[in-house]
């Protein structure tokens, strides 16, 4: 994931030792552990929980740094050998800091400039054309916030940590033919795989591939349905020589094993998984 992440944005990777440290006093291992579970928080990625393989929901650390769903690990945790008094949750309180705290000194990247070149362009040969923009992670989102902001683009934002009334809301404003309504939709991945229609945006860009090709192409069916008026173009970003290219030979392989997928199993798919991270790099 921080290789994905670095493929994005520079400031998506957290500052933070990897080192748990083990003299540490249980004082001090905790604030460490709260520290790595902030960079995960942070990252606003969907970070996968290896219990249900599904994005973290309530998530959990525990003393040798793995995060799960809370949940899904008190499943495990009598016949695992984990203890309920080692696992550590975020604070509350810490979570209102970090939403309330100052954000870093801005910065571009090459996604960042290739996206802006062609909201540009495309803005400059129809002003009518909207956009959906979807990444993974959302704090990706916030970064891209400040050159909309400086370019002078409207627009709204749509992630799953928004109420049902305010994405109600944000969905009517978007699908607005007001003329100075909103150009240009942030969408996060997982906000944007079902139930809505965005038939008013008729060009797509993802941002960084997903794992599984079916949620990216779920997105793309948000504009791509019924009731769109104007040829669908979809433009993917991917660096080049990097951890993103071999996401996409693997996003190619599980297209092709799509009907088998149906049929397999829980083990099958961490099996699955294992064999991604080892193509990955390159094992």
């Known amino acids: 994931m921080r290789l994905r992440q670095h493929c994005c944005h520079p400031d998506l990777l957290a500052k933070t030792s990897s080192d748990l ?3 540490a006093t249980p004082a001090e291992l905790r604030e460490r552990l709260i520290e790595k579970l902030r960079s995960v928080l942070a990252s606003g990625s969907d970070e996968e929980c290896s219990v249900c393989l599904e994005s973290v929901r309530l998530p959990v650390i525990t003393h040798c740094a793995h995060v799960y769903c809370r949940p899904c690990i008190a499943q495990v945790i009598s016949s695992e050998q984990i203890k309920a008094n080692e696992l550590v949750e975020f604070p509350q309180e810490k979570m209102e800091e970090e939403k309330c705290a100052n954000p870093d000194k801005w910065r571009t990247s090459s996604k960042v400039q290739a996206l802006m070149g062609n909201l540009l362009r495309l803005r400059c040969e129809d002003s009518s054309i909207k956009c959906l923009v979807i ?3 959302t704090r990706f989102l916030t970064i891209l916030e400040t050159p909309l902001r400086e370019q002078g683009f409207s627009f ?5 940590s928004m109420s049902q009334k305010k994405r109600t809301q944000v969905i009517q404003e978007f699908q607005s033919s007001a003329a100075n309504g909103p150009s240009i939709m942030l969408l996060s991945l997982k906000a944007g795989g079902v139930g809505l229609n965005l038939t008013a945006a008729s060009h797509v860009f993802l941002m960084d591939p997903a794992w599984n090709p079916a949620t990216e192409e779920q ?5 791509h349905r019924l009731g769109q008026t104007r040829r669908v173009v979809v433009t993917k970003f991917l660096v080049k020589d990097s951890v993103e290219e071999t996401m996409v030979k693997i996003q190619k392989q599980k297209q092709e094993l799509v009907d088998k997928a149906f049929g397999s199993t829980n083990t099958d ?3 699955s998984r294992i064999d991604d991270i080892k193509a990955l790099m390159e094992l």
């Open 21 to 23: 440290g083990a003299a």
């Open 135 to 137: 990444s993974q992670f």
């Open 156 to 160: 709204v934002r749509l992630d799953g």
């Open 219 to 223: 997105c793309i069916d948000r504009c």
């Open 269 to 271: 798919k961490k099996t």
